[in-house]
């Protein structure tokens, strides 16, 4: 990767303006509390609204064979002197990777993409642009620091679904009528039925408005059970709808404990069969975070992940030894 020659060419440039700070990984931050369900998107129902048992007694399966995850991270690297404001500056780093199950136990990366950038708001990337590696915020409002993080921390976002997104059409490209289970939604990127989303974070409450009744079922139901299915569709520009449901791996000692979503669009397998495969999936190594809405093969992304990218520490060592 060539984040240190991009870095170290910015601050040459900006000699005089930078100055060092403590480091702060932005998705380390407080995450969002949860939310009703944003205006550009509609539920519907598909089935009887209920939770349903998978199965009475699960020992089967998984059908999964391919397995993706993209990680980012964001990093406060230096404070530039803006006529006396001093702006933050980031470092973006992602990676996603494509691994194939060889062996119950073994995975292969099969392809992977990676990325780095200097992250800048709009009235710096001005000034500084057509320099190879950085990257415009959209951030305008130099005395407005909140709205520059948040939008270090979108763009950063942004960077990491677009090598996703690269990765994922060559995966369809290439491996024809293989089914690939991704880490994270799925609305609003692919239209392919081979393409299944796994979604571990519950911000957005989908059923609380339309189906508050079902939502309380959903945060009580047990081991193996799973949602009715619905869908959600985008209201605005192409109308891609989802199929979606919610899915309990291990029992629950409080309300997200092993809840999982799933989307899909639509389904290439019945979904009480993605279900069943899930639930063949659920067990992962002890130092896992989030262990109980983990599943193994997208642990070993993440770890392959980890060897791949700097880690802060390396980050912090190079950058104030120059």
């Known amino acids: 990767m060539d984040w240190f020659e991009t870095a170290m060419g910015f601050k040459e440039m900006a000699s005089g303006r930078l100055s060092p700070t403590d480091f702060l990984e932005l998705e380390q931050c407080e995450p969002p509390t949860a939310c009703n369900l944003p205006r550009n998107i509609a539920v519907q129902a598909r089935e009887i609204p209920a939770v349903y048992k998978v199965q009475d007694e699960y020992a089967g399966g998984s059908g999964f064979r391919y397995f993706m995850d993209g990680v980012q991270r964001t990093v406060l690297w230096q404070h530039y002197n803006f006529d006396g404001a001093q702006i933050p500056v980031f470092l973006h780093f992602s990676g996603a990777v494509i691994l194939e199950r060889v062996k119950a136990d073994r995975f292969v990366p099969v392809d992977s993409l990676y990325r780095s950038a200097v992250l800048l708001p709009t009235f710096l990337y ?190 912090q060592v190079i950058v104030r030894s120059f």
């Not at 059409?169 to 692919?190: M, P, Q, S, V, Y």
């Not at 945060?219 to 309990?248: A, I, K, N």
Request: hydrophobic letters at 35%; glycine letters at 8%; proline letters at 6%.
């Open 126 to 315: 001005e000034k500084y642009a057509g320099t190879e590696g950085l990257v415009d915020t959209g951030a305008e409002r130099y005395w407005d620091l909140g709205d520059i993080r948040a939008r270090a921390g979108a763009r950063s976002r942004d960077l990491r679904q677009g090598i996703e997104e690269e990765l994922l059409l060559h995966f369809l490209e290439t491996r024809e009528g293989a089914i690939l289970l991704k880490d994270g939604n799925i609305l609003g990127t692919t239209r392919s039925s081979l393409v299944i989303g796994l979604v571990k974070t519950h911000q957005t409450l989908y059923l609380q408005e339309g189906y508050p009744l079902l939502q309380q079922l959903i945060w009580g139901m047990g081991e193996f059970y799973r949602s009715m299915d619905f869908s959600l569709q985008l209201q605005e520009g192409p109308r891609q709808r989802v199929g979606t449901f919610y899915l309990r791996v291990h029992p629950p000692s409080h309300p997200e404990m092993g809840l999982l979503r799933v989307e899909y669009n639509p389904p290439s397998v019945p979904i009480d069969t993605l279900a069943s495969w899930l639930i063949a999936e659920r067990c992962i190594r002890a130092n896992s975070a989030r262990w109980d809405r983990q599943i193994y093969p997208i642990q070993a992304c993440e770890d392959y992940l980890r060897t791949q990218l700097p880690p802060l520490h390396h980050i």
